[in-house]
């Protein structure tokens, strides 16, 4: 397994165990768009990833990562010429993933976020490119993973214009659209091969 898929999550873990213990470090490493915008600390647009609201939280996102980007991350240091190849794409996805969200609220001192949901996305939907009909379990219900991504995007998009459950689905959203573009631009024969696999259905 890779060694930066490793480090990613024993830091990702450590991190948020530390975090559930000291407001003081969850503060310090949030998304707090006022923070950015006003105090510069571009840091946090990295660092929300971090920590995570709860232990289950921590554990969903951690899960999903490890399953998913022991597949990935050879795919990524491959297309990228290196074993950071899957750091850059994971580290670019918490930036992008957030960004709208921080736009949106750069000044608003009641908005915070956190959590590793967008990157984790964007893995996961890297990987139903390279394998749309591999079946995967969604609370302990297998499907095919093209069937998941269609209902994960139609519900987040549900869930983010509703606005009432105080979850980012709007970085699940980006997330998921940066993992497939960042996946089509470094390999870009992955595209005719999704096509392909999409005409074969094979459950």
């Not at 991350?73 to 491959?78: E, K, L, Q, T, V």
């Not at 990228?80 to 850059?88: D, E």
């Not at 509703?162 to 940066?178: F, K, P, V």
Request: with cysteine; charged share 10%; glycine share 8%.
């Amino acid at each position: 397994m890779s060694l930066v898929l490793i480090l990613i999550l024993a830091v990702t873990c450590v991190v948020s165990f530390i975090a559930f213990n000291n407001r003081r470090v969850m503060d310090d490493l949030i998304l707090w768009p006022p923070a950015v915008a006003r105090k510069h600390e571009y840091y946090r647009l990295l660092t929300y990833g971090l920590v995570h609201a709860d232990g289950t939280h921590l554990l969903f996102n951690m899960l999903t990562l490890f399953f998913f980007g022991r597949a990935m991350a050879p795919f990524y240091d491959g297309a990228l010429g290196g074993m950071f190849g899957f750091a850059l794409f994971y580290l670019g996805g918490l930036v992008v993933s957030i960004l709208p969200t921080y736009l949106k609220n750069r000044n608003n001192p009641n908005y915070h976020s956190l959590g590793a949901s967008g990157a984790v996305s964007a893995v996961l939907f890297g990987y139903i490119l390279l394998a749309p009909w591999s079946r995967i379990l969604v609370l302990v219900v297998p499907m095919p993973a093209i069937v998941y991504a269609v209902l994960y995007t139609a519900y987040s998009i549900y869930m983010d214009r509703r606005g009432q459950d105080h979850i980012n689905h709007s970085a699940h959203l980006w997330g998921a659209a940066y993992g497939v573009v960042f996946t089509l631009l470094v390999n870009p024969r992955v595209l005719p091969y999704f096509i392909g696999a999409l005409s074969q259905p094979r459950w």
